[in-house]
């Protein structure tokens, strides 16, 4: 770095970024010879260990950086927070430190982007307020080596806090993963009684603060903060590294680039209200890069991953098809008109200048993987049109009064029944008539809000994957999922050309509580139903909280979907109830 660069400390304090109306929160820069060293003898004794009441946190670490995290309690105009990072627990060998100063402009956050640092490190942090003497947590980093025989990876998605304890964390925090790579929903923007509230939340003490759905910056401030009070998420930051992407809920439910399902004009401009989410997502999960507004970038992990972060929701995406749009007055569908807008080629989830830069990354990039961080289920969940019209008609009674009839869920089982059926004959060569054919071939995607309502595009993508070890990650549905992403040769078959490996929730409900499953009986055979019905589905779980465990090596990509028992009590027990292996 030239001195024309450095500041007068010695220490870039990067100005704010100026964007659409807002000022967003850009992390401060250290290089090795910028720093403010700290003498040892600067630092008081008996440090007290508050006003740092959110924890610590790290993120986006690299072979050479990490950037270290924190938020102080203050009033003031400007807080003066001093950081050390060193090699070992009681600082005795700090290797790095420096001083910041950070205002209620950014809520008094602190990013600090350490560069210039040696590979293959176990790494500790800590900030102090010298003027008033209080000092963090300790927090544990890393940074990655310049060649590695073997990574495990935690991913996670969809932690609610009205809908449980956050278990998941804990365990993945006691895990012997290297990093967490979260995929988005983060945090949720409902109002109290809303999404995800259930019998437990009152008495756990888990209503969301502000207790209304937010809208402003201060309101996605004080959500943040409520989430980052939160024991086992502070646990899990102060012990591991995070790599973070939003979904939707950091901004709104089924966020596109222009709007959300879940905002209303009366509720004011959504460029605002996302411009305000994105403010704070800034100041809370920072992230490498140059522009707060655009997360998608990639990690060389030990020259065996190249770890690729997309953005799925926010900066191409085009808004999201509805079945319910193309509605016949009979209440059947308009299947051509469906179908000329599912396969137009000019629908986009990335947007031309993220899919252009994925290309490119997944043809130049030499890694032996592949590994795309992203929020929404790639593989091909197509499924029999009866058995969705069924479980359309389950859901809207679910939600319309709460619960769902003998008879609605009779008609359900029973049709998933048949259908099975049929598939079994069919896959074991025996005859079906014209009509059971149909019945189980024509099929539509359950999820238009995943890849399976971006056909075209993903079809981009799975040319750009074949001859490459590609693993898929993904998360939002609230269940678990491994699948083979397929595409059509030449020859008309159906070839594997990567996997996909796709989270449950930290605590958001899945299939359990959306289709009425009570019971085990009923969640296995839906569980069963689901795997026979949909080609390239090889595992479901359909109920329970949890993360996967993914362990590179040069030969294969081993997949471990752990799961808690519960997320309502503080006493629980986790199992790894599922291992898939991949070896590309």
């Not at 998941?168 to 949720?188: C, F, P, Q, R």
């Not at 411009?275 to 999960?285: G, R």
């Not at 993360?547 to 986790?574: H, L, P």
Request: one cysteine or more; glycine letters at 6%.
């Amino acid at each position: 770095m030239s001195q024309k660069n450095n500041s007068r400390r010695n220490f870039i304090y990067q100005s704010l970024l100026a964007t659409g109306g807002i000022i967003l929160a850009s992390n401060f820069i250290s290089c090795k010879n910028d720093d403010d060293t700290v003498p040892s003898d600067n630092i008081p004794d008996n440090l007290a260990l508050t006003n740092f009441d959110y924890g610590v946190a790290s993120f986006d670490p690299t072979a050479s950086q990490v950037i270290i995290w924190t938020r102080y309690s203050s009033n003031a105009a400007n807080v003066v927070i001093t950081w050390q990072v060193a090699s070992d627990e009681a600082f005795e060998n700090v290797i790095r430190s420096g001083e910041v100063t950070t205002t209620a402009e950014r809520d008094y956050t602190v990013a600090v982007e350490v560069q210039d640092l040696d590979a293959n490190q176990k790494l500790y942090y800590r900030f102090i307020q010298l003027e008033e003497e209080t000092v963090s947590p300790v927090g544990e980093t890393l940074t990655f080596p310049e060649n590695a025989s073997e990574v495990t990876i935690a991913i996670c998605s969809c932690s609610n806090y009205p809908a449980g304890l956050f278990n998941v964390y804990k365990e993945m925090a006691n895990s012997d993963a290297d990093v967490i790579v979260h995929l988005g929903d983060y945090i949720y923007e409902y109002g109290e009684n809303e999404y995800g509230t259930n019998e437990y939340t009152a008495a756990l003490g888990r209503t969301h603060n502000p207790t209304t759905e937010i809208l402003d910056l201060e309101d996605y401030r004080t959500r943040y903060k409520q989430y980052r009070s939160d024991s086992n998420l502070q646990h899990a930051h102060q012990k591991k590294p995070f790599i973070c992407v939003w979904d939707d809920h950091e901004v709104s439910n089924d966020t596109y680039k222009d709007g959300a399902e879940n905002h209303q004009s009366d509720e004011g401009s959504f460029e605002a209200r996302k411009a305000a989410a994105i403010q704070a997502y800034s100041e809370f999960v920072p992230v490498r890069t140059e522009d707060a507004t655009k997360i998608y970038r990639s990690f060389n992990i030990g020259n065996l991953i190249n770890l690729i972060m997309l953005d799925t929701r926010v900066i191409g995406r085009d808004k999201q098809l509805s079945y319910f749009d193309y509605l016949n007055t009979d209440g059947s569908i308009d299947a051509v008109a469906f179908q000329t807008a599912l396969y137009d080629t000019n629908r986009t989830m990335l947007g031309t200048e993220q899919r252009n830069w994925l290309l490119s990354e997944v043809a130049s990039n030499s890694a032996q993987w592949q590994v795309i961080g992203q929020q929404v289920l790639m593989g091909k969940m197509l499924i029999p049109m009866e058995l969705l019209l069924s479980m359309n008609t389950l859901l809207i009674e679910l939600e319309t009064t709460g619960s769902v009839s003998d008879a609605t869920f009779a008609t359900f089982t029973n049709t998933m029944t048949e259908l099975v059926t049929l598939k079994y004959m069919q896959l074991n060569g025996l005859p079906l008539t014209a009509e059971e054919t149909a019945r189980i071939e024509t099929v539509a995607p359950y999820n238009l809000d995943a890849w399976d309502g971006y056909p075209y595009e993903r079809e981009i993508l799975l040319n750009a994957f074949e001859n490459k070890n590609v693993v898929c990650l993904a998360g939002d549905t609230h269940n678990s999922w491994a699948s083979a992403l397929t595409r059509t040769n030449t020859n008309g078959e159906n070839v594997q050309v990567a996997q996909e490996f796709a989270t449950t929730s930290v605590s958001s409900p899945g299939f359990e509580s959306y289709l009425g499953l009570a019971g085990g009986s009923a969640i296995s055979s839906f569980e069963q139903a689901i795997t026979t019905l949909i080609d390239d589905l090889s595992y479901v779980d359909a109920s329970r909280r949890g993360f996967v465990k993914i362990t590179f090596t040069a030969g294969d990509a081993t997949a471990q979907y752990t799961f808690v028992d519960n997320v309502n009590s503080e006493v629980y027990t986790a199992s790894v109830a599922h291992t898939v292996s991949y070896n590309g």
